[in-house]
């Protein structure tokens, strides 16, 4: 239940004193509130928990922690293979 | 998909395997909280890459599991009566009650929906003005805000036909309690990511302190669970204590504000019972006196229920990180996710689930 998704802003739309915006999961298109995230725009990644946006991704972040952990996958060829 | 399959990688995944036996040099005990992380612990074999000596078991962070079973009692007699529209998030249905749950209750003609969202719950009390829609609002921080914006809306909206059964628990005060408790062996914790995204990492400072015990906020990739085992394992071995944040990608140090304020609008602290495992003062969040008519509890004038756990599940043990799912006889027998003993056996985040998706067959050779 405390599972949240990324996916990307497609579009955005203001109804009535809610902004709501169609959000894109892989191939899944869905509707997803942005009343926690005013901050969120077109092209955006949000983590969408329950119908809504509880964050926007910060993709400088994710790309950062990303390549440092790639990095470290540069130690893989001291290990023994992958079981299968 | 992006922000997810990088953090699947499995190159990396056992680089930092590597890096934490280099870290380790005596056993440690970790807890990760939530439910969800304890999925992909399962799903993916993660202790298995971990070296011997480091032991990860499982928290209370499942909300459907720790609901109390009077609350299930609760909404099944709410279901059955005529004048009255469940609305449920679909983890609930099978979650075994007192005597039933409501997937039998929908079989005896109570009329439950399931909803994906809590909007869904004010628009179905939207569009039938002439019954009486009650949403069964459970969960943790992460799902608090939500909620909230239910009760918001359907007050703005003026809505006489809809209301809450709140069961809202909080993580803190349940880290509290398992570390004051006597049979306590946990020596740090992962904290859960998604509620840390909602109230931000500043809320478990005091924890930090307080017990000087080191946390890590972690998300729920394989690459993330792993990097925050290493990041623990590295202060235990060094003897330090801190908060570190290893999903920073969603979780800042105050977290999201608007979804604070609306939680904060509609919801009080309260004292919370938690199934498995009793009372834990403060733990949970009750709706204000402003939204007391949206309170499921007072519109309905439900009352004090007070029903045991069938003895032969050992749930309150699992949701301790006391016991594992297998050391319980009726583990896969008596007890699987079609017919559960427990709540833990159902939910998708349920340990007992996990294990039984994940490890039965394991267990059986």
Same mark, same amino acid.
């Given at each position: 239940?405390?599972?949240?998704?990324?996916?990307?802003?497609?579009?955005?739309?203001?109804?009535?004193?809610? #902004?709501?915006? #169609?959000?894109?999961?892989?191939?899944?298109? #869905?509707?997803?509130?942005?009343?926690?995230?005013?901050?969120?725009?077109?092209?955006?990644?949000?983590?969408?928990?329950?119908?809504?946006?509880?964050? #926007?991704?910060?993709?400088?972040?994710?790309?950062? /922690?990303?390549?440092?952990?790639?990095?470290?996958?540069?130690?893989? /060829?001291?290990?023994?293979?992958?079981? /299968? | 998909?992006?922000? $997810? =399959?990088?953090?699947?990688?499995?190159?990396?995944?056992?680089?930092?395997?590597?890096?934490?036996?280099?870290?380790?040099?005596?056993?440690?005990?970790?807890?990760?909280?939530?439910?969800?992380?304890?999925?992909?612990?399962?799903?993916?074999?993660?202790?298995?890459?971990?070296?011997?000596?480091?032991?990860?078991?499982?928290?209370?962070?499942? *909300?459907?599991?720790?609901?109390?079973?009077?609350?299930?009692?609760?909404?099944?007699? $709410?279901? @059955?009566?005529?004048?009255?529209?469940?609305?449920?998030?679909?983890?609930?249905?099978?979650?075994?009650?007192?005597?039933? =749950?409501?997937?039998?209750?929908?079989? +005896?003609?109570?009329?439950?929906?399931?909803?994906?969202?809590?909007?869904?719950?004010?628009?179905?009390?939207?569009?039938?003005?002439?019954?009486?829609?009650?949403?069964?609002?459970?969960?943790?921080?992460?799902?608090? *805000?939500?909620?909230?914006?239910?009760?918001? +809306?359907?007050?703005?909206?003026? @809505?006489?036909?809809?209301?809450? $059964?709140?069961?809202?628990? @909080?993580?803190?005060?349940?880290?509290?309690?398992?570390?004051?408790?006597?049979?306590?062996?946990?020596?740090?914790?992962?904290?859960?990511?998604?509620?840390?995204?909602?109230?931000?990492?500043?809320?478990?400072?005091?924890?930090?302190?307080?017990?000087?015990?080191?946390?890590?906020?972690?998300?729920?990739?394989?690459?993330?669970?792993?990097?925050?085992? $290493?990041?623990?394992?590295? +202060?235990?071995?060094?003897?330090?204590?801190?908060?570190?944040?290893?999903?920073?990608?969603?979780?800042?140090?105050?977290?999201?504000?608007?979804? +604070?304020?609306?939680?904060?609008?509609?919801?009080?602290?309260?004292?919370?019972?938690?199934?498995?495992?009793?009372?834990?003062?403060?733990?949970?969040?009750?709706?204000?006196?402003?939204?007391?008519?949206?309170?499921?509890?007072?519109?309905?004038?439900?009352?004090?229920?007070?029903?045991?756990?069938?003895?032969?599940?050992?749930?309150?043990?699992?949701?301790?990180?006391?016991?594992?799912?297998?050391?319980?006889?009726?583990?896969?027998?008596?007890?699987?996710?079609?017919?559960?003993?427990?709540?833990?056996?159902?939910?998708?985040?349920?340990?007992?689930?996990?294990?039984?998706?994940?490890?039965?067959?394991?267990?059986?050779?």
């Amino acid at each position: 239940m405390c599972l949240a998704i990324p996916g990307k802003i497609l579009a955005i739309q203001e109804l009535g004193p809610m #902004r709501v915006a #169609r959000v894109q999961f892989g191939g899944i298109v #869905r509707q997803v509130s942005l009343s926690f995230v005013p901050e969120a725009g077109l092209g955006d990644y949000v983590m969408v928990h329950v119908g809504f946006a509880i964050s #926007r991704v910060d993709s400088s972040e994710a790309q950062r /922690t990303f390549k440092l952990l790639q990095e470290m996958g540069a130690l893989e /060829t001291e290990l023994p293979p992958a079981e /299968t | 998909m992006k922000y $997810l =399959d990088e953090y699947r990688d499995q190159r990396i995944a056992r680089a930092l395997a590597a890096e934490i036996a280099q870290w380790t040099t005596r056993p440690w005990v970790l807890m990760e909280i939530c439910g969800g992380q304890t999925h992909t612990i399962m799903r993916y074999g993660i202790d298995e890459l971990l070296p011997r000596g480091i032991e990860l078991v499982h928290g209370p962070g499942c *909300p459907v599991c720790v609901t109390p079973l009077e609350t299930v009692d609760k909404a099944i007699e $709410l279901a @059955l009566r005529p004048d009255v529209i469940l609305v449920s998030y679909g983890d609930m249905l099978r979650v075994p009650g007192s005597r039933s =749950d409501l997937l039998r209750a929908m079989a +005896q003609g109570a009329d439950v929906r399931i909803a994906y969202s809590s909007t869904e719950a004010v628009k179905i009390a939207r569009s039938s003005p002439d019954r009486k829609v009650v949403f069964l609002a459970i969960g943790f921080e992460t799902t608090a *805000p939500a909620n909230a914006m239910a009760a918001w +809306q359907a007050k703005r909206e003026g @809505l006489t036909n809809f209301s809450m $059964l709140v069961s809202h628990v @909080l993580v803190p005060p349940a880290i509290r309690a398992l570390m004051v408790s006597r049979t306590n062996r946990v020596q740090a914790f992962i904290a859960p990511g998604h509620v840390c995204t909602v109230v931000g990492c500043k809320e478990y400072e005091d924890l930090v302190r307080d017990f000087r015990v080191p946390i890590v906020v972690g998300g729920f990739e394989p690459v993330d669970i792993l990097e925050s085992v $290493l990041m623990l394992v590295r +202060q235990l071995e060094a003897g330090e204590v801190k908060l570190e944040n290893q999903y920073v990608r969603s979780v800042s140090y105050q977290g999201n504000l608007p979804a +604070q304020r609306i939680m904060a609008e509609v919801f009080e602290v309260a004292d919370q019972k938690w199934r498995g495992i009793g009372p834990i003062p403060q733990s949970g969040l009750r709706l204000r006196e402003e939204y007391a008519a949206f309170d499921a509890d007072r519109v309905f004038d439900l009352g004090e229920l007070s029903v045991d756990e069938p003895a032969e599940c050992i749930s309150a043990q699992v949701l301790q990180g006391l016991k594992k799912p297998t050391d319980c006889p009726a583990f896969g027998m008596r007890c699987t996710p079609e017919n559960p003993l427990g709540a833990p056996m159902v939910s998708t985040e349920g340990a007992c689930a996990a294990y039984y998706h994940y490890r039965r067959h394991k267990v059986a050779s």
